[in-house]
């Protein structure tokens, strides 16, 4: 497991969800992500071993980008193709 997210990975905010389930990360992540912007840049920390399965399919299911994953890091934007509204 890396001590920390690839040196490439840019990001506007973090969400760290400690040891939670990812069931309980999901929950909060959905309260917490509720009042960011479309085009986002998320990084989401989850060390749940479930995690390599659950968030890409939570990023399908709500229509965010998930950019790349190196375990216990998830790089996500949320909502991009509102972002392209945004400014269109």
Same mark, same amino acid.
């Given at each position: $497991?890396?001590?920390?997210?690839?040196?490439?990975?840019?990001?506007?905010?973090?969400?760290?969800?400690?040891? =939670?389930?990812? *069931?309980?990360?999901?929950?909060?992540?959905?309260?917490?992500?509720? =009042?960011?912007?479309? *085009?986002?840049?998320?990084?989401?920390?989850?060390?749940?071993?479930? #995690?390599?399965? =659950?968030?890409?399919?939570?990023?399908? $299911?709500?229509?965010?980008?998930?950019?790349?994953? #190196?375990?216990?890091?998830?790089?996500?934007?949320?909502?991009? =193709?509102?972002?392209?509204?945004?400014? *269109?």
């Amino acid at each position: $497991m890396p001590e920390t997210y690839p040196d490439h990975w840019s990001f506007d905010d973090e969400f760290d969800s400690g040891e =939670e389930s990812c *069931g309980r990360v999901i929950i909060n992540l959905h309260s917490y992500v509720k =009042e960011l912007a479309p *085009g986002t840049r998320l990084l989401l920390i989850s060390r749940d071993p479930a #995690a390599p399965a =659950e968030f890409p399919a939570w990023c399908r $299911m709500t229509r965010n980008a998930l950019l790349d994953a #190196a375990h216990p890091y998830y790089l996500i934007e949320l909502k991009p =193709e509102l972002k392209e509204n945004l400014h *269109g």
